[in-house]
Nanobody, 123 residues
Framework: QVQLVESGGGLVQAGGSLRLSCAAS????????MGWFRQAPGKEREFVAG????????IYGDSMKGRFTISRDNAKNTVYLQMNSLKSEDTAVYCC????????????????WGQGTQVTVSS
C-alpha cells in the first residue's frame, strides 16, 4: 500500500509558476513510478507527466512539454511537478499516482492515488 498526499496548489496568474509536491508513505517509494494527472470540470482525466522508479525515464503529455518538469527525491519519498508559463487552460485538480517501476500514460495503469490539489490560473 502507498499513501500519497499532494501539496503546493493555489491561485497563480497566467505566465506564473507553481511547484507541486507529492509525499508518499507506506511502502518503498523507490520501487514505484510516479505520475501526475489533472482533471478540469467537465473534462476527462489527463496525463501530465510520469517518472520511472530510478528517475531516469520521464514522460510528458504533449501540451506540457517544455513547460512542466517532473522530478523525484527518493530520500524524501517525494515527487515534484514544476510548472512554468502557466496558462488558464492548466486550471484543474492535479493528482499524483503510483505504480510499480515503470511510468505509463494511462491512469488505469496506476494503483494508488492521492486526493489532489487545486491549481487555478487566472488570465
Amino acid at each position: 500500500q502507498v499513501q500519497l498526499v499532494e501539496s503546493g496548489g493555489g491561485l497563480v496568474q497566467a505566465g506564473g509558476s507553481l511547484r507541486l509536491s507529492c509525499a508518499a508513505s507506506g511502502s518503498t517509494f523507490s520501487n514505484y513510478a510516479m505520475g501526475w494527472f489533472r482533471q478540469a470540470p467537465g473534462k476527462e482525466r489527463e496525463f501530465v507527466a510520469g517518472i520511472g522508479w530510478t528517475g531516469d525515464t520521464k514522460i510528458y503529455g504533449d501540451s506540457m512539454k517544455g513547460r512542466f518538469t517532473i522530478s523525484r527525491d527518493n530520500a524524501k519519498n517525494t515527487v515534484y511537478l514544476q510548472m512554468n508559463s502557466l496558462k488558464s487552460e492548466d486550471t484543474a485538480v492535479y493528482c499524483c499516482a503510483a505504480r510499480y517501476r515503470y511510468a505509463r500514460f494511462s491512469p488505469a495503469e496506476y494503483d494508488y492515488w492521492g486526493q489532489g490539489t487545486q491549481v487555478t490560473v487566472s488570465s
